[in-house]
């Protein structure tokens, strides 16, 4: 297969091309390369034949219709997005620039590419964009996600990331364009950018910092380990239906506090100290809409495709934090860039 990954060199796009790569399928990865894209990410492949990378923003035509040209791809993964909520919140322009305007060039440069094939490889064709089950919004105690819940972002993110999944939905309706859509839960692993929660609470630790938890610690999240939600980029892609929306889920729920007190007690057990980790514990300001509960039934992929979650959390927790011990080579430089500082603080407290 002939695959473009956009935002490939990002925490998800990074861990589906080294998966693609290793299985001997022909990609081209894409990304400009902001704070979150590293190349070291895909060293492990750097010497593959079947391999290659371009520096480019989704947003420029010229050069995105190029890629199309020139590589000819028969899929087309699109992950590159900004994804952090806190920093939409202090800064959400770049938000609308790339997850909009950049999905939204992505979309007119495949749908220019698609109408050029030939019959047949226009039905084989597959544009599978992919999204978050923030979209939908907040749950409260009970319920999950289903791919019939209505779209309700909370943060200028899943704000950004609703009107994309809008946008790649309408292109296959108005135009035919042969789109699926992924709605995904937390993604948890190796290689993610330590400004969100399980990467920076394992840094912070490691460092002996204070461990910011948001509000109560109570908000609950469904975490997913990485390569689970690449497999299942892979079996959706291939064998999904065209048009259609499947959600991806872990099962796993926990709440942000237990998150925090897992990887404290299995820093302790790797290298005891005399204090717990869990004493660098600090309760912060809450997030601004904040969103309580995500809950995602993946009950449509797993019954349609056949895919399942493969990792239990304690497994997938327990590798993640050990690559972290072990992989200085890969997050010390970028630290030098963001140094975990807290990011989408409110100056003043809203109406
Ligand atoms: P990430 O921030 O780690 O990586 C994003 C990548 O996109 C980076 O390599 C960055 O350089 C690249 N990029 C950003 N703007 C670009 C632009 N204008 N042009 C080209 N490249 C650009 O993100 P991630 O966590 O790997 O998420 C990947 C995708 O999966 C996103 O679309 C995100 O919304 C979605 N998603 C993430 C999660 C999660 O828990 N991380 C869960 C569900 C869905
Ligand atoms: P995050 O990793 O930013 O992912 P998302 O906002 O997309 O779910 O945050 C996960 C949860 O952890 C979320 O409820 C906010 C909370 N959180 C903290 O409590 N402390 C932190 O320092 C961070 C970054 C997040």
């Given at each position: 297969m002939k695959i473009l990954v956009t935002g490939g060199a990002g925490f998800i796009g990074s861990a589906l091309v080294r998966q693609l790569v290793l299985q001997g399928n022909e990609v081209m990865t894409v990304d400009k390369l902001t704070y979150a894209g590293t190349l070291t990410s895909l060293a492990a492949i750097s010497d593959r034949g079947n391999h290659q990378f371009v520096k480019a923003d989704i947003c420029?035509?010229?050069?995105?219709?190029?890629?199309?040209?020139s590589f000819r791809p028969d899929?087309?993964?699109?992950?590159?997005?900004?994804?952090h909520v806190d920093r939409s919140i202090t800064s959400a322009r770049d938000f609308l620039d790339t997850n909009v305007l950049g999905t939204f060039n992505m979309l007119e440069c495949a749908r220019g590419y698609w109408e050029s094939l030939s019959a047949p490889a226009g039905a084989r064709f597959r544009f599978l964009h992919v999204s978050t089950d923030?979209?939908?919004?907040?749950?409260?105690?009970?319920?999950?996600?289903?791919?019939?819940?209505?779209?309700?972002?909370?943060?200028?993110?899943?704000?950004?990331?609703?009107?994309?999944?809008?946008?790649?939905?309408?292109?296959?309706?108005?135009?035919?364009?042969?789109?699926?859509?992924?709605?995904?839960?937390?993604?948890?692993?190796?290689?993610q950018f330590p400004e969100k929660l399980i990467?920076?609470?394992?840094?912070?630790?490691?460092?002996?910092?204070?461990?910011?938890?948001?509000?109560?610690?109570?908000?609950?999240?469904?975490?997913?380990?990485?390569?689970?939600?690449?497999?299942?980029?892979?079996?959706?892609?291939?064998?999904?239906?065209?048009?259609?929306?499947?959600?991806v889920g872990g099962r796993?729920?926990?709440?942000?506090?237990?998150?925090?007190?897992?990887?404290?007690?299995?820093?302790?057990?790797?290298?005891?100290q005399e204090k717990s980790r869990e004493t660098l514990i600090?309760?912060?300001?809450?997030?601004?809409?904040?969103?309580?509960?995500?809950?995602?039934?993946?009950?449509?992929?797993?019954?349609?495709?056949?895919?399942?979650?493969?990792?239990?959390?304690?497994?997938?927790?327990?590798?993640?934090?050990?690559w972290y011990l072990e992989s200085e080579w890969w997050w010390g430089p970028l630290r030098q860039t963001y140094d975990?500082?807290?990011?989408?603080?409110?100056?003043?407290?809203?109406?």
């Open positions: 420029d035509r010229p050069a995105i219709a190029h890629v199309f040209e899929t087309v993964m699109h992950l590159a997005a900004e994804s923030e979209v939908y919004g907040s749950l409260g105690a009970e319920g999950a996600f289903t791919e019939q819940t209505s779209y309700d972002p909370s943060s200028p993110y899943s704000a950004t990331k609703a009107a994309s999944d809008h946008l790649a939905k309408a292109w296959h309706r108005t135009y035919g364009l042969p789109v699926i859509v992924s709605n995904c839960s937390n993604n948890y692993g190796p290689f990467p920076l609470t394992i840094l912070s630790a490691i460092d002996g910092k204070p461990l910011p938890v948001y509000g109560k610690g109570e908000n609950v999240r469904d975490w997913l380990f990485v390569e689970d939600h690449v497999g299942a980029l892979a079996i959706i892609a291939a064998r999904g239906r065209v048009g259609e929306t499947y959600n796993n729920e926990r709440r942000n506090i237990d998150v925090v007190k897992e990887i404290c007690l299995r820093l302790d057990h790797l290298f005891p600090t309760f912060v300001n809450d997030r601004p809409g904040h969103d309580f509960r995500y809950s995602v039934d993946s009950t449509k992929l797993e019954e349609e495709l056949g895919w399942r979650a493969a990792t239990s959390f304690e497994s997938g927790i327990d590798r993640t934090i050990r975990g500082r807290r990011l989408g603080q409110l100056e003043h407290a809203g109406p």
